[in-house]
């Protein structure tokens, strides 16, 4: 069983390299590791002058705003305790000290407080340095230190890793004199470091909801490009719905969010320069927080045309697929003319955000942004910025909100106003919703000055199973756009399937059809869809349809044959080949008369 080292054992290593029985591997690793570095003859660890301490911390800034709570909770409690509690920054340099004021000023003699520099190759074997070498919880007593001078001090030292980078960004320390026994150090010492991830996280959450709003924003100022925007760790917080399409370097994309996490701390200017020398044809843009950079926003500069899309569609395409489509897209042309508010309601993936687009395209101010804010997601905060834009914004564009229904009633007085404002500054507001803003309003749960200034005019789009007739025409084009997005081959349906197809309900309208193309197209081999390679969900709707129609027919020729017969039931069922009472019970099935006349 593997036990702390004594001292005797710690001297016999120095002299003759031999290891201790049954040691811990970790710290005899960690003691071979240190003789390499030559250490063992010092008796403090270094230390940074001001200057570079001070850089030090620039560096660390986050790490350390996101320590100050649990270091000041802990560092009071500590006091008359012999603890200490030290966080040192991602190269073993203490930040940050507190705890008991009589183990501090005795600390100063080894230089374990702030500036001392803790890595194993200054200091030999010990927790902070140890903890950051292999990345875990360390415990280091007594004569496990490497340097004889350090041995009179017990360390326990928990690493404080990044959230969505898995980075090590340092250590949270608890250190005390030796001979006193602290069995919960390690303990402590992990649950501080768990606070302090875990404020690591929300100061994350915070900066992504910052970097969407920026997105917002700049949108409404300044157009409608193609544009992503990361935040520190390189992770997606928005990107416009063709950016990696337009994007001509794949692999360049793809190495992007492997830089941004070691770059996020330098210069503004910096992080562009490396970042445009990755990626050409984009320009980026940093994004920063208080003086500090938080993210970053890359825009593409178009260099090709834009492919056909489904969610670019005009008017008239959309009308090609059937008479209710071509009614609503009538309508939508002669109200594309007209600065008056939209409300087009419609269930989920009917395609209101594609009628939309199409009405800005068929509007006088279709070069203007078209800018789509997710209602759900507003918050107090948001709202007021996009306000703000609103008021420095030059005018012009769409501002389509999608589901406004879906704001607080406490936050849709601020609403009102982003509405107010965009349309006074020449702006048109065109709002999504799938449900019924009218029923929302006589409920009391949407305000009635907004929904009037919203619902200047009103279009419906009914779901695909009130329009059966247009699901081929739809299915057809989103085959062919699917194909032009993706580059790849068309789909083909056998008869069987297409007729499975066109019999469905389609419960999630456009979107489940543009989701099942995207799975058939992956799945086929050849590109040819059989009925038996639906989903089983068509495969019943299609035997529903087949019960039915032999049912239909079953009772057209009953209903016949009782005609024939001038409504005689005994010659009836002859005619029919079954028994009296065997028609007696269709009849009663199918709801008809059973007279006789025999």
């Given at each position: 069983?593997?036990?702390?080292?004594?001292?005797?054992?710690?001297?016999?290593?120095?002299?003759?390299?031999?290891?201790?029985?049954?040691?811990?591997?970790?710290?005899?690793?960690?003691?071979?590791?240190?003789?390499?570095?030559?250490?063992?003859e010092r008796t403090r660890a270094p230390v940074l002058d001001e200057e570079r301490l001070e850089g030090?911390?620039?560096?660390?800034?986050?790490?350390?705003?996101?320590?100050?709570?649990?270091?000041?909770?802990?560092?009071?409690?500590?006091?008359?305790?012999?603890?200490?509690?030290?966080?040192?920054?991602?190269?073993?340099?203490?930040?940050?000290?507190?705890?008991?004021?009589?183990?501090?000023?005795?600390?100063?003699?080894?230089?374990?407080?702030?500036?001392?520099?803790?890595?194993?190759?200054?200091?030999?074997?010990?927790?902070?340095?140890?903890?950051?070498?292999?990345?875990?919880?360390?415990?280091?007593?007594?004569?496990?230190?490497?340097?004889?001078?350090?041995?009179?001090?017990?360390?326990?030292?928990?690493?404080?890793?990044?959230?969505?980078?898995?980075?090590?960004?340092?250590?949270?320390?608890?250190?005390?004199?030796?001979?006193?026994?602290?069995?919960?150090?390690?303990?402590?010492?992990?649950?501080?470091?768990?606070?302090?991830?875990?404020?690591?996280?929300?100061?994350?959450?915070?900066?992504?909801?910052?970097?969407?709003?920026?997105?917002?924003?700049?949108?409404?100022?300044?157009?409608?490009?193609?544009?992503?925007?990361?935040?520190?760790?390189?992770?997606?917080?928005?990107?416009?719905?063709?950016?990696?399409?337009?994007?001509?370097?794949?692999?360049?994309?793809?190495?992007?969010?492997?830089?941004?996490?070691?770059?996020?701390?330098?210069?503004?200017?910096?992080?562009?320069?490396?970042?445009?020398?990755?990626?050409?044809?984009?320009?980026?843009?940093?994004?920063?927080?208080?003086g500090e950079a938080i993210g970053v926003m890359v825009s593409l500069r178009r260099s090709r045309p834009?492919?056909?899309?489904?969610?670019?569609?005009?008017?008239?395409?959309?009308?090609?697929?059937?008479?209710?489509?071509?009614?609503?897209?009538?309508?939508?042309?002669?109200?594309?003319?007209?600065?008056?508010?939209?409300?087009?309601?419609?269930?989920?993936?009917?395609?209101?955000?594609?009628?939309?687009?199409?009405?800005?395209?068929?509007?006088?101010?279709?070069?203007?942004?078209?800018?789509?804010?997710?209602?759900?997601?507003?918050?107090?905060?948001?709202?007021?910025?996009?306000?703000?834009?609103?008021?420095?914004?030059?005018?012009?564009?769409?501002?389509?909100?999608?589901?406004?229904?879906?704001?607080?009633?406490?936050?849709?007085?601020?609403?009102?106003?982003?509405?107010?404002?965009?349309?006074?500054?020449?702006?048109?507001?065109?709002?999504?919703?799938?449900?019924?803003?009218?029923?929302?309003?006589?409920?009391?749960?949407?305000?009635?000055?907004?929904?009037?200034?919203?619902?200047?005019?009103?279009l419906h789009i009914p779901p695909l199973r009130e329009r059966p007739e247009e699901i081929g025409p739809?299915?057809?084009?989103?085959?062919?756009?699917?194909?032009?997005?993706?580059?790849?081959?068309?789909?083909?349906?056998?008869?069987?399937?297409?007729?499975?197809?066109?019999?469905?309900?389609?419960?999630?309208?456009?979107?489940?059809?543009?989701?099942?193309?995207?799975?058939?197209?992956?799945?086929?081999?050849?590109?040819?869809?059989?009925?038996?390679?639906?989903?089983?969900?068509?495969?019943?709707?299609?035997?529903?349809?087949?019960?039915?129609?032999?049912?239909?027919?079953?009772?057209?020729?009953?209903?016949?044959?009782?005609?024939?017969?001038?409504?005689?039931?005994?010659?009836?069922?002859?005619?029919?080949?079954?028994?009296?009472?065997?028609?007696?019970?269709?009849?009663?099935?199918?709801?008809?008369?059973?007279?006789?006349?025999?």
């Open positions: 069983m593997e036990r702390i080292a004594r001292k005797k054992e710690w001297e016999d290593f120095m002299s003759t390299g031999q290891a201790p029985a049954a040691m811990r591997h970790d710290v005899l690793e960690s003691w071979r590791r240190s003789l390499r570095h030559a250490v063992g030090r911390r620039a560096r660390a800034r986050r790490l350390e705003l996101a320590s100050q709570k649990a270091i000041n909770r802990a560092g009071s409690l500590l006091i008359g305790t012999r603890d200490i509690l030290l966080l040192s920054d991602d190269s073993g340099v203490v930040i940050e000290a507190a705890g008991d004021p009589h183990t501090l000023a005795e600390a100063q003699e080894n230089h374990l407080y702030t500036g001392g520099q803790w890595v194993e190759e200054a200091i030999g074997t010990n927790a902070i340095g140890t903890a950051l070498y292999l990345g875990v919880p360390t415990l280091i007593r007594d004569a496990e230190h490497f340097c004889e001078a350090i041995q009179r001090w017990n360390c326990a030292a928990t690493p404080i890793i990044e959230p969505g980078t898995g980075r090590v960004m340092g250590v949270l320390d608890i250190s005390w004199p030796g001979g006193i026994m602290q069995p919960n150090a390690v303990a402590l010492s992990s649950a501080l470091a768990l606070q302090v991830e875990t404020e690591l996280t929300q100061m994350l959450g915070r900066e992504r909801e910052r970097l969407l709003e920026y997105s917002h924003i700049r949108r409404l100022r300044r157009g409608n490009d193609q544009t992503l925007v990361m935040d520190r760790n390189g992770s997606s917080v928005f990107s416009t719905e063709d950016f990696a399409r337009f994007c001509e370097d794949d692999d360049s994309l793809r190495q992007l969010p492997k830089l941004l996490p070691a770059l996020i701390d330098q210069p503004a200017e910096q992080i562009g320069e490396v970042l445009g020398e990755c990626l050409n044809g984009a320009d980026f843009e940093v994004i920063e927080n208080q834009q492919a056909r899309s489904w969610t670019g569609m005009e008017l008239r395409q959309i009308a090609r697929a059937g008479q209710v489509s071509a009614e609503l897209c009538a309508q939508a042309e002669r109200l594309a003319e007209t600065p008056i508010p939209i409300l087009i309601e419609g269930e989920t993936g009917t395609g209101k955000s594609s009628l939309a687009k199409a009405i800005h395209n068929a509007s006088r101010q279709s070069q203007d942004p078209f800018e789509v804010i997710d209602c759900a997601q507003l918050t107090e905060e948001s709202l007021r910025a996009l306000i703000a834009a609103a008021r420095d914004a030059e005018g012009g564009g769409i501002l389509c909100l999608s589901s406004p229904g879906a704001v607080s009633p406490s936050l849709q007085k601020l609403l009102f106003t982003l509405v107010d404002l965009v349309s006074e500054r020449g702006g048109r507001v065109v709002a999504l919703s799938a449900r019924s803003l009218y029923d929302e309003m006589r409920a009391n749960n949407f305000r009635s000055d907004l929904y009037y200034r919203i619902a200047g005019a009103r739809l299915l057809r084009w989103l085959i062919q756009c699917h194909a032009t997005e993706t580059g790849r081959r068309e789909l083909r349906f056998t008869s069987g399937a297409m007729t499975a197809l066109q019999n469905y309900a389609w419960p999630g309208n456009l979107i489940e059809m543009r989701n099942l193309i995207a799975a058939l197209d992956a799945l086929s081999p050849s590109g040819l869809i059989s009925e038996r390679m639906l989903p089983r969900e068509f495969h019943q709707r299609a035997q529903i349809n087949r019960t039915e129609t032999l049912r239909d027919v079953e009772r057209a020729e009953i209903l016949g044959a009782v005609k024939a017969e001038d409504g005689n039931l005994s010659r009836a069922a002859k005619r029919l080949g079954i028994a009296r009472s065997t028609l007696y019970l269709k009849l009663d099935s199918y709801g008809i008369s059973r007279e006789r006349r025999d």
